[in-house]
């Protein structure tokens, strides 16, 4: 089946550097992509949506310089976070949807970010 | 804007025993699509079940079937013949019309032995 790869698993970096975090979607195009973040025990709040070729749409409270997306191309988007700060800690998921079946998701396995 | 809300932070069932986690949306689109996923301590996020609004009977997938009222915008998770591996955090999903999904809370399941 659809497979997406989210790298890396877990990241840790110092206060004030930036991380990039990579979804990629293994066997199938992905015009959009969606970005996710979760804080421990909460539920999964939608940051913004990846759109190939065009600029990401954000959320309404979400920075867009601090999280950067790129969707340079059908497979791969990119979650960039710049300045990192110990707040920025949280799990990072992504998702694509399916090219074939109508509003199914197929899921990243998630990055865990730790900002020393 | 959608809303998506489970009002059960924790649930707990006996093995081989049945357990309903509920969920309630609200939203003014008329096409639009119900789930249910697992998030285990992988934090890996699984698919238990879809609903389309259209469709008036219940899904159902194995041990796990819905309860889809959609006059009352409720869409409850029934798990019959419950497994120690069923334990997990269940978060109930809305799609709409923008393909993104809405959340609820979540519950946590714990199955005791």
């Known amino acids: 089946g659809a497979v997406v790869s989210q790298h890396p698993s877990w990241v840790i970096c110092k206060s004030g550097t930036s991380v990039k975090i990579e979804c990629r979607s293994l066997d199938f195009q992905a015009t959009t992509m969606f970005w996710y973040r979760q804080f421990p025990k909460q539920s999964l709040m939608l940051m913004a949506t990846s759109n190939e070729g065009s600029k990401a749409t954000y959320e309404q409270g979400v920075e867009k310089d601090k999280f950067l997306i790129n969707h340079a191309s059908l497979t791969l988007s990119t979650l960039t976070v710049t300045s990192a700060h110990p707040e920025d800690s949280s799990f990072y998921i992504c998702?694509?949807?399916?090219?074939?079946?109508?509003?199914?998701?197929?899921f990243g396995a998630g990055t865990r970010l730790s900002v020393l | 804007a959608q809303t998506v809300t489970q009002s059960q932070p924790e649930m707990s069932v006996q093995e081989a025993e049945t357990v309903t986690l509920s969920c309630t949306y609200d939203t003014s689109e008329s096409d639009y699509y119900l789930f249910w996923y697992k998030q285990p301590p992988s934090r890996q996020m699984i698919l238990v079940i879809r609903q389309e609004a259209y469709k008036q009977q219940n899904a159902t997938e194995n041990r796990f079937s819905v309860n889809f009222q959609k006059a009352a915008k409720s869409f409850s998770l029934k798990i019959s013949d419950s497994q120690l591996g069923d334990a997990a955090m269940y978060f109930c999903?809305?799609?709409?019309?923008?393909?993104?999904?809405?959340f609820g809370s979540g519950t946590q399941l714990t199955v005791l032995p």
């Open positions: 998702s694509a949807p399916s090219p074939l079946a109508k509003n199914i998701q197929y």
């Open positions: 999903a809305f799609s709409g019309s923008a393909r993104q999904l809405t």
